[in-house]
């Protein structure tokens, strides 16, 4: 395998920036653009050391540094790593990764220093996959979540499953072929229990695809509400800056503003909107042909009503483009004489907010109501959870094949009941990465970015 290098810092002005070198000419590569002041070979010296030194090129030093060698295979790919960390600047960062390709290394594509990890066995396809999650990860549980996958946690319960009907397969191979010979009685039944066990675990993993993809890429929030509700200032409250423009004239907030806030454990994408009211004005009905448009596609609604106000008909419009959405109603301004109807909401939104959007410890109120909704607080992180695509698919393909089977058991051959139970370990092989085609891990890594 030829040696690879890239730059696996962000490439920008920082404190330090990595650039990591990995393969058989990695220590050779390294000791031509970095000189150790101790006057040692990096060629000799023992992994998981660190060396002080020059950093180097054609033209001379430019840089000091420290390089960090790791010999095979106790190394993040397997094979022989030097990380030299040099200042942070743009322009030392590219010549050292300019230095290290003149010195033999090939430029890395994306995400091939995992993709040697997983081919070297020092991970399978789902540790791999949760290395993307973990940097991604804009909250505490989407971290957590990736860091338990990095851990195995996905990859130790289909490996519970895959063992299971591995052992329904022997027992019916076994049967199948030494009918006369001393093999137990085929208990057909118990291999019924077996499939719809594993069916039924196979499932819990499949259910968790969509919230876990909430927690990891927030969710599409949009924040409705007449004019002069407290949109804009719940918006505020909620990124806690000044991004939509906060004023006492309805009408003011005419397009969206995007935004990614934290609240509690889940993340919104929070999109600000023009309120929703008839109006003649061609700016503002952009916004609440938008707001409406926004309600429909959104993942969450938060709707927001003036607590000190009756009813109009605006509020009822809103109410009535609400039902059937996941969404919270925000009655806003409590601080001031309450005039509105709430049974009338309560009717319609299972959670009703009473808070001021003027007062810090409403984000408490609200984090809590978002939470229920949206049960990402019941989504256990410490156990397997689904995060891609291919993984949901290799979860669904494995199920289709265990409802055949279970069919078969009842209607046809021992053989066919074989075959369709091979074919559902192999998706498991192929969720794991232990069967899986060039062209699925190419796509895998071609996710990720370079240096990683
Ligand atoms: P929007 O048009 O829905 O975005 O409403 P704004 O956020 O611009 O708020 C309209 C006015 O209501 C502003 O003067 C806010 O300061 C005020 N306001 C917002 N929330 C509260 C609240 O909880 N209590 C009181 N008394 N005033 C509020």
């Known amino acids: 395998m030829n040696t690879i290098a890239a730059i696996s810092t962000p490439l920008a002005v920082g404190g330090i920036s990595v650039l990591r070198i990995s393969g058989d000419e990695a220590k050779s590569i390294a000791e031509k653009i970095f000189i150790p002041a101790s006057g040692k070979k990096l060629r000799a010296v023992p992994g998981y050391s660190a060396h002080f030194g020059r950093v180097r090129d054609k033209n001379g030093d430019f840089d000091e540094g420290i390089a960090?060698?790791?010999?095979?295979?106790?190394?993040?790919?397997?094979?022989?790593?030097?990380?030299?960390t040099c200042h942070g600047g743009i322009y030392i960062t590219k010549r050292l990764l300019r230095a290290a390709i003149s010195a033999g290394a090939a430029p890395a594509q994306n995400g091939e220093f995992t993709k040697r990890a997983f081919l070297n066995g020092k991970m399978d396809l789902t540790a791999a996959e949760s290395v993307m999650d973990l940097i991604a990860a804009q909250g505490e549980q989407a971290a957590k979540a990736a860091h338990m996958m990095s851990e195995g946690s996905l990859w130790q319960e289909v490996q519970g499953i895959k063992s299971v009907l591995i052992a329904c397969n022997a027992h019916i191979a076994a049967f199948i072929d030494y009918p006369e010979d001393d093999v137990p009685q085929l208990k057909m039944d118990e291999i019924k229990r077996s499939v719809a066990d594993c069916r039924s675990r196979l499932q819990e993993l499949s259910d968790t695809f969509d919230r876990g993809r909430l927690m990891r890429e927030g969710?599409?929030?949009?924040?409705?509400?007449?004019?002069?509700?407290?949109?804009?200032?719940?918006?505020?409250?909620?990124?806690?800056?000044?991004?939509?423009?906060?004023?006492?004239?309805?009408?003011?907030?005419r397009d969206t503003v995007e935004e990614t806030v934290q609240l509690g454990l889940v993340t919104l994408r929070l999109c600000d909107t023009a309120g929703i009211r008839d109006s003649d004005d061609i700016v503002e009905k952009i916004g609440i042909d938008r707001a409406k448009r926004r309600i429909e596609t959104a993942q969450l609604v938060?709707?927001?009503?003036?607590?000190?106000?009756?009813?109009?008909?605006?509020?009822?419009?809103?109410?009535?483009?609400?039902?059937?959405?996941?969404?919270?109603?925000?009655?806003?301004?409590?601080?001031?004489?309450?005039?509105?109807?709430?049974?009338?909401?309560?009717?319609?939104?299972?959670?009703?907010?009473?808070?001021?959007?003027?007062?810090?410890?409403?984000?408490?109120?609200?984090?809590?109501?978002?939470?229920?909704q949206t049960k990402i607080a019941e989504l256990d992180t410490s156990s397997a959870i689904l995060s891609t695509e291919r993984q949901k698919q290799c979860?669904?393909?494995?199920?289709?094949?265990?409802?055949?089977?279970?069919?078969?058991i009842e209607t046809t051959t021992l053989d066919a009941v074989g075959v369709l139970l091979d074919d559902a370990i192999a998706e498991i092989l192929s969720l794991t990465g232990e069967r899986v085609t060039d062209a699925v891990v190419d796509e895998v890594f071609s996710r990720f970015c370079v240096g990683k």
Not at 68 to 84: L, Q, R
Not at 221 to 249: F, Q, W, Y
């Open 68 to 84: 960090t060698v790791f010999n095979a295979p106790k190394s993040y790919t397997g094979e022989d790593v030097v990380e030299i």
């Open 395 to 408: 979860v669904e393909g494995c199920i289709s094949a265990l409802d055949e089977a279970d069919k078969a």
């Open 302 to 372: 938060i709707a927001v009503f003036d607590s000190s106000k009756a009813l109009e008909p605006d509020d009822l419009e809103l109410i009535e483009c609400c039902k059937g959405k996941l969404a919270i109603a925000v009655v806003n301004k409590t601080d001031l004489e309450p005039k509105l109807d709430l049974d009338m909401i309560g009717s319609v939104f299972p959670d009703v907010v009473q808070i001021s959007a003027l007062q810090r410890d409403s984000l408490d109120v609200l984090a809590n109501a978002v939470e229920r």
């Open 219 to 253: 969710i599409d929030t949009v924040i409705v509400g007449k004019p002069n509700v407290g949109k804009s200032t719940l918006m505020n409250l909620l990124s806690g800056c000044d991004r939509s423009i906060v004023t006492e004239i309805p009408g003011t907030t």
